[in-house]
């Protein structure tokens, strides 16, 4: 190795050693702001969706699929529909959920445990039916009607128009059928309507729409549902939207529409929450029959509080260091930043005795051994035997020939073997001028 190496890493070793005791200092803090902020998420979490083929499982799957990207499995949890992933939720079985407007809880209630990520998209009530032309709810007086089963919170919602119009249950045939048996039975005319709330995804909406024979209810009244209940909203299905070349349905149609929102536990992760508003973004955030392109995911509409993590990435989008690095170095980054500009702030004056320090650590493996001389000088003329003293000398002379320092040191080291040269010289004429005497 040639010297210029060696006294190079001798420098750099003597200054690892100074820094030493800092870096573990910070690194010690690090851990203990990183213990406390939990930056980065669990990297599995479980969402409430809905029936088979419903557009819940199939946003399910879309998110499941974006999240996955980022390292995090998520695990989808098939339901009965709004209502029962509401309870999912509330029993803390489940960290998020898609629900239905009109199915949650006031936001006034203290003890909810549940916040919004936002409304997602709207749910039209589709009825379905065969025969002649409704548009009003009275006209179901006497039908064979299927209203969902009681966990997708359809039930609820068409209760409460029922008895906006003064319709007594009584007076239809009411059935809570699952979605697939219930098409089933309405195709094969043992129904004579069928309710979905559902959003336009759907496959069994999409099948209804195109099967021949199968009208949709036209809400003429829909202005009204929404002035009567504040979690609907008028929707218009517009004129050849279904099928442009047949165009299905030949005239507008008027619907009522609850709006979807996804709902998680308060304790939720932060990260989780961002990235699932992130992914609403993109899944939510193209045109569609009922919106415009960009109109959702919004915090308007919400029956529940807002993370506040959620209506940043609605607002704002991806944050930008997100948009560059992998998820996992981005997240630990925006959110350990403010922990690590506190402990910067706290070691940088503590800093400044790093120089001061290296010094000492090089100077004293030379200043160590003035203690030594100085003691042998001041026993010169003490003690008879000057040979002893002088053995005593030369095997300090030898032992600090050995010593290493940086190159800008030498000067020092230098300086010793000279005073030891100087000591030397005056034992030495002491030792000749002795017999003399």
Known sequence: MSKTIRYTLLSLRDLAASVGPF???????????????????????TLATGPAQSAYAEFGERYAKLLAKDGITVVLQPTEGSAANLQLLRDGKVDLGFVQGGTSAPSGEADQPLESLGSLFLEPVWL?????????????????????????????????????????????????????PATVAFLGGELDAIVFASA????????????????????AQSEAYSRRFSFLSPAVLPRGVVDLASNNPPLDVHLVAPTTTLLSQRSTHPALLQLFALAGNAIHGTAGWFKR??????????????????????????????????????????????????????????????PPLYEFRVRSRIFKWYAQLRDIEQRFGDEPDTAALLDELNAMDISVQKISVPLSYTDELYALRGNIQLVRKKLSSGAVSSPAG
């Open 23 to 45: 870096i573990l200092l910070a690194f010690s803090l690090l851990t203990l702001a990183y213990v406390w902020l939990d930056p980065n998420p669990p990297k599995r979490v």
């Open 128 to 180: 379905f039916y065969r025969g002649k032309t409704l548009t009003t709810l009275p006209q179901l007086k006497g039908m064979r009607v299927n209203v969902g089963t009681p966990g997708s919170g359809v039930p609820n919602l068409m209760q409460k128009l029922f008895e906006s119009n003064r319709i007594e249950e009584e007076s239809m045939q009411l059935s809570q059928l699952e979605q697939t």
């Open 200 to 219: 336009p995804e759907s496959l069994m909406v999409q099948m209804l729409l195109q099967t021949p024979g199968v009208k949709l209810m036209d809400f």
């Open 293 to 354: 392109a960009g109109e959702y995911p919004n915090i308007n509409n919400n029956e529940l509080p807002m993370a506040k993590e959620a209506e940043r990435s609605i607002r704002a989008g991806a944050p930008l260091l997100q948009r560059y690095l992998p998820f996992w170095v981005a997240n630990l980054v925006e959110r350990m930043w403010l922990a690590m500009g506190i402990i910067l702030a706290v070691l940088l004056p503590l800093s400044r005795v790093v």
